[in-house]
């Protein structure tokens, strides 16, 4: 006997395909993550760079904080809201938008990562990995059409 599969291609809640809600959960979260965290470093400038001073002091990166933070708040801001406009692209069936969120998203981590090895904050770096793999499981979504 044959079993039917719970989950299809074709399979829909509520009338929307259910692969375009997992794009558009992959989409919102990496909106809300980048536009905060993005936000954040616009805002709060200062801040931000007088703890990264501290956090690269005696490594590679040492003296670097001022190259890199306008660097890094870019990624970010940009990944937010491209993620955030791919949201909305979503809804017309079209998900390389979010896709491209996506992308700059997972340059916005590996430039973090990098961050933190270098710094030897290695609890640090090991907390990205989650979401460096959702972003991943995320990409491959929303390169399906």
């Known amino acids: 006997m044959f079993h039917q599969p719970l989950i299809t ?10 692969l375009t809600i997992a794009q558009m959960a992959v989409a ?6 980048f536009v905060q965290s993005g936000l954040d470093k616009v ?3 200062r801040g931000n760079k007088s703890y990264l001073t501290g ?24 990944a937010g ?7 909305f692209f979503l809804f017309q069936g079209n998900s390389r938008v979010a896709l491209y969120g996506s992308l700059l998203a ?3 981590f590996l430039s973090l990562f990098f961050g933190q090895r270098v710094a030897k904050d290695y609890g640090g770096a090991a907390t990205l990995v989650p979401y460096m793999t ?12």
Do not use: C, R
């Open 9 to 18: 291609m074709e399979a829909t809640v509520l009338g929307m395909p259910v």
């Open 28 to 33: 919102a979260q990496l909106s809300i993550l």
């Open 43 to 45: 805002f709060d400038y």
């Open 55 to 78: 956090h690269f002091k005696g490594s590679l990166l040492d003296g670097q904080v001022p190259y890199m933070l306008p660097v890094i708040t870019a990624l970010e801001v940009a």
């Open 81 to 87: 809201f491209v993620s955030l406009a791919g949201l």
């Open 106 to 108: 997972m340059a916005a």
């Open 134 to 145: 959702f972003n991943l499981i995320g990409m491959a979504l929303l390169a399906l059409e």
